[in-house]
């Protein structure tokens, strides 16, 4: 009894492996588009790049898009397709807690008279 459940929990986790496997980009070297050609698509889609490197076998941007968000992108070395992009956390950025905040004055308070004159809200309930 305690081989097959040995067997069988092995089994379980061959699907799991394959599918982690699937994510790396198994392509020769000699099918790699050039670093130049993952620069021209990060201009083409407003990214601002701070290192492109490799991982697991694809190519790996590291930067900001267009609205100044940090983004780490997986491309297909071959194809230069996006695999994955990620929006990384801003916790270490210097600005501290305050997550994409909008600059001053760039953002008008909604029209409901609450934040129009500086004065406390005044709550009626109902």
Known sequence: MRQTLT???????????????????????ADWQP???????AEENGWTVRRIGTDDGCYEVKGRDRDGREIEVEIHPATLRVIDLEYEDDDDDARGDARD???GGSV??????????GARPRVQVN
Do not use: I, K, Q, Y
């Not at 670093?35 to 698509?41: D, G, I, N, T």
């Not at 008008?108 to 004159?117: E, M, R, Y």
């Open 7 to 29: 067997f069988l929990a092995l089994l379980a986790a061959v699907p799991a492996g394959a599918a982690l496997a699937g994510d790396d980009c198994s392509v020769s070297r």
């Open 101 to 103: 905040p909008a600059p």
């Open 108 to 117: 008008a308070p909604p029209p409901n008279g609450l934040f129009g004159n």
């Open 35 to 41: 670093r130049e050609a993952v620069a021209r698509l």
